[in-house]
């Protein structure tokens, strides 16, 4: 189904960013973390992620970013309910956890996607914090701790979840993975000119994060932090589009 483009109005201050589209189908990036001591974060009880995506279609489950561990798997995505969902399990050291921000999504429009986990903030029971567009849709508490989104030896996967051999549906752009830090959504994008857009941030991605921009199309898989490459599975720089979201930069 093709996306329905409605009129945008630049503010001075403003520019689109690239994006990477997605059909559905066999397309996604993939990599391995390693195995030795240096791969395994020195504290996976913080992560952040930031991205922004468009979807042309409703009520599917819609992979953003996931690790398959066998058992499940982990994954941030959208699910048939229209709403951000992050889900965790890796059967050892992290009890199941599955959390949904209270806000539905719209199809054909860019959000801003962002999830903070934190386990200092357990006493609160917002462990986990998921935002829509820089507004807070859930404020989760879990018994126990650890990302196994942030885990060695698993495979990270964008645009596809192997479990249940689903690929994203939709445009992906500006990812971000902050490994070992909990940030804010304002960090990363915020209303100027009145118009929520995102910002140029430039955080210690820590051992395994990740900074893909979707910008040059001949490195789509390439982090611009830690150099980490994903493997391209029938993606090409043809996929590249530029009607992204809105940024400051």
Not at 98 to 111: F, K, P, R, V, Y
Not at 157 to 165: E, L, Q, R, V
Not at 234 to 246: E, Q, S, V
Request: hydrophobic content about 40%; cysteine-free.
């Amino acid at each position: 189904m093709p996306f329905l483009s409605p009129a945008l109005f630049i503010a001075k201050s403003q520019t689109l960013a690239t994006a990477l589209r997605f059909g559905g189908v066999n397309q996604r990036l993939q990599r391995t973390l390693g195995t030795g001591a240096e791969f395994n974060s020195a504290n996976r009880s913080k992560a952040t992620h930031s991205f922004w995506f468009r979807v042309p279609t409703l009520g599917i489950f819609n992979p953003i970013f996931t690790s398959d561990n066998g058992a499940g798997g982990s994954y941030i995505a959208i699910n048939s309910s229209n709403k951000l969902q992050i889900r965790e399990s890796d059967g050892a050291d992290l009890a199941y956890r599955n959390e949904q921000s209270s806000m539905t999504i719209s199809a054909d429009t860019w959000h801003h996607g962002f999830v903070s986990i934190d386990s200092a903030r357990v006493g609160t029971s917002q462990v986990v914090r998921i935002y829509i567009d820089g507004v807070l849709g859930l404020a989760g508490g879990v018994s126990t701790i650890g990302s196994s989104l942030g885990l060695q030896s698993l495979t990270h996967s964008i645009g596809f979840h192997a479990n249940t051999s689903t690929y994203f549906d939709g445009d992906l752009a500006i990812m971000h993975w902050v490994d070992d830090v909990a940030m804010e959504p304002t960090d990363f994008a915020d209303t100027i000119d009145g118009i929520y857009q995102a910002k140029a941030v430039a955080p210690t991605y820590g051992i395994n994060g990740h900074f893909l921009p979707f910008a040059d199309p001949d490195n789509l898989g390439v982090d611009f932090d830690n150099g980490w490459t994903y493997t391209l599975s029938n993606i090409t720089a043809a996929d590249l589009i530029g009607d992204g979201p809105p940024t400051s930069y």
